[in-house]
């Protein structure tokens, strides 16, 4: 770690609420208390105008940037510190744990007061508008009426996208990168193979793995191999394995790994069991597949109106939206449907289809450009917003 | 079924070669006897020259056209039968199971004479050109010295490639679809996670499982749905699906199939695991990944040229190459490169990427666009071949 660039030592705060009033969930569910963990970085100016929230994807967590107490660097730390794009010098930036996960917000793995047990399956489905409700009183919390930005890519997207609909007055600047407005079949596909490969898992037990010490890791392994595939490219492959062997000089004619990119596979599909739950790998899919901003809007019969009709308050929000030539499980034509929607709706869009061979993981991998863009994109709104 | 253009009622054969003198395997292993399920439709010409060859993909048998016994149409009838683009009035057809399969040939599913017992994962690895070199001891026992033409996609498209590169002067002319001439790190990697589900599932029992009654249908269904994903296109599955909900009004928010795409892919999962068997996946799945027609031949930093000498000696064949521009499993620069090779190498080609957004089962959906063009580069061969 460049630890010049560094915004150092983190910690996880955690912040609990709807101790009283029970937290109203889009299933006609509820939840109380609600848990959210969040980091922050940086420092709120005195006109508390100057904060970004960063919105992380399916396997991530609120520790964004830095380093934590073991040691572990932030999911997106190259962005996100003194004088990266997320420029904490500048800055006040706010990364929270997204409802359902497993990285210390309320979810699967919580106890439920009413048991005293992991809630298990019996924690109520989430979405992403719950996901941003909840992130709306984490930011009601530290005093923050208003973002100057907020950014995330993959699921992390789907939220920024939320927030611009469901809170337009709070949001000044969005950044929705390698995402979609509507989850598509074909991720809506994955994510069920992927939980079908947990429930296969005869460890799964209906979920409740949690007291015996039997986990579903097998199920989940293969779910997260499913997903690595997903995030790379056909092209990327090639660069990154081609049709290498691992450790070997010929065919071994065996069950092993023996070509690189099984190789690779497996040792992600294994170490993701070490550190993420599959209750919460369910919980989270499940959020994705019920993002829809046209939901009970949409008129089928015309995507595009729907969708413009979505963002008609949304009109004074900038927005910079980006998507990656090679990215297939997010391809480039439904960040082009948003920007067509958002340029009929009035809103100021700025649009980037980035040439890359990385797949959907490029928003996360083509550091450079993205620096570059994101730090053009920040300032010219912090300027015109007189930050 | 069009019973006017049917090939009618077929009965599936079987030859038994190998009892005596082992077949040797590319591995360095053997198999003694060597069994090949296939069927055949019309008649040999008295000079054996309208012989056509079929080859099948990953889950396919030697059923290919007509009905069997238990009403079961043939997996290529569309293509196949009096009239149509392979016209069984005019030629004599062959489809062969391949090696390793469960649908009659020798695999892993056979009684090993040794044992008396399946040999389960202690059958010997095959590869393509194991799966040809069998292919062509049934051609021998046919009496057919050369092939007129040879059709398949996808593991299918292997066969045909392997088939003009191994034995080039018994090839007249080939139609490899929707294929590569070597399997890409992508297609690993999907074979690998539907192999590594296979694995998970405790009732695979390290593959003995055929005498306790327990089979790994969990693990195999998820493989196939895997599988399922891959062979359609984003778009087909927006076209096929949607968000589409199964049989509700209103999402249930709960863990069962919610969305049409997620029922389609329970089912085609649940039902493969009737018709097929686990082991057979894990050794056809191998099959394809070890194919490349480069390997031992291939300079790494000229895969072009490599691929090109691989073709010296087939210049003489008259090749009909076809790619779909919406497969993303088979991607067309890989029939490029393979169109590229062969005109380098003097052959006679002809390639078409056709537009079509059914993705890699194009091959076998588009059958008026495949109809018109098998037709009349069958018609063409026959021709100029004096048939």
Known sequence: MNTVNSVGLTETKHLTFAAEKPFMLESGASLSPVTLAYETYGTLNAARSNALLICHALSGSAHAAGVDAQGREGWWDDCIGPGKAFDTKRFFVICSNVLGSCYGSSGPTTRD???????????????????????????????????????????GG??????????????????????????????????????????????????????????????????????????????????????????????????????????????????????????????????????????????????????????????????????????????????????SALTAAGADVTYLDIQSSWGHDAFLLEVDTMTKLLSSFIDRVAREEGV
């Not at 924690?123 to 719950?130: A, K």
């Not at 992927?194 to 799964?204: C, K, L, M, S, T």
């Not at 009970?296 to 969708?307: A, H, I, K, N, T």
């Open 113 to 155: 007061p009413a048991t005293g047990q992991p809630y298990a399956l019996r924690f109520p489905m989430v979405t992403i508008g719950d996901i941003v409700r909840a992130q709306a009183a984490l930011l009601d919390h530290l005093g923050i009426e208003t973002l100057l930005s907020l950014a995330g890519g993959s699921m």
């Open 158 to 339: 789907m939220q920024v996208l939320e927030w611009a609909t469901r809170y337009p007055r709070r949001v000044r600047s969005a950044i929705p990168l390698a995402t979609t407005a509507r989850s598509s079949p074909m991720l809506i596909a994955f994510s069920e193979v992927g939980r079908q490969a947990i429930y296969a898992d005869p460890n799964w037990q209906d979920g409740d793995y949690y007291s015996n010490g039997r986990r579903p890791d097998a199920g989940l392994a293969v779910a997260r191999m499913i997903g690595h595939i997903t995030y790379l490219s056909e092209q990327s492959m090639h660069h990154k394995f081609g049709r290498r062997l691992q450790d070997r000089e010929r065919f071994g004619y065996d069950f092993a790994s023996e070509f690189q990119v099984e190789s690779y596979l497996r040792h992600k599909g294994l170490s993701f069991t070490r550190r993420f739950d599959a209750n919460s790998y369910l919980y989270i899919t499940k959020a994705m597949d019920y993002f829809d901003l046209t939901r009970d809007r949409g008129r089928v019969d015309d995507p595009l109106g729907s969708l413009t009709a979505v963002f008609a308050d949304s009109a004074h929000i900038k927005f910079l939206v980006v998507s990656f030539t090679s990215d297939w499980l997010y391809p480039s034509y439904h960040s082009r449907e948003l920007v």
